[in-house]
């Protein structure tokens, strides 16, 4: 159980590498991705995380290693988090930036399509924020997938 079968620093390795491709796979996969998950986005992260559990333990089923693997998780997404924080630039790469897909009442269907929105979830974002459409003046899907809607009378007026 505390016994090792790797060298100590290969869980670390595994996990590094484990997390930069998967956090390559969803920053190409889109914003929806770690948005709002349906049903299938649930099933696909869940079987994300077991068909990586071989690559994160070698084999290595002890505490220890399980322990490294997920401290060295741990502390990939706080520098990712502090990176991040520290540079604009890299903050663009690593966690994307906001998209208008709509305004003034119309949904960009070119941008829509392309981020895979449907318009029955601009739909439902435009419900959930008690805005029809018509009152619609800015509709952007966030870096975090969400949908933000802003009202015609609440816009900045740097718009």
Not at 61 to 67: D, E
Not at 91 to 96: A, D, I, M, R, S
Request: hydrophobic letters at 45%.
């Amino acid at each position: 159980m505390f016994a090792m079968t790797l060298e100590w620093w290969e869980p670390v390795v595994r996990a590094a590498i484990v997390y930069a491709v998967l956090f390559v796979l969803v920053r190409l996969s889109g914003k929806r991705t770690v948005g709002q998950f349906t049903p299938f986005d649930l099933l696909v992260v869940m079987l994300l995380g077991e068909s990586v559990s071989n690559a994160l333990s070698g084999g290595d089923q002890s505490v220890p290693a399980g322990l490294l693997g997920a401290a060295t998780l741990i502390a990939l997404a706080g520098i990712t988090g502090l990176v991040s924080s520290r540079s604009r630039r890299l903050e663009h790469v690593l966690q994307g930036s906001a998209v208008l897909i709509g305004r003034d009442g119309k949904a960009l269907k070119e941008a829509l399509r392309r981020h895979r929105i449907s318009e029955a979830e601009l739909d439902e974002a435009l419900r959930e924020s008690d805005c029809p459409m018509t009152e619609m003046h800015l509709a952007v899907l966030e870096a975090d997938g969400r949908i933000s809607i802003l009202k015609k009378g609440h816009a900045s007026k740097d718009d």
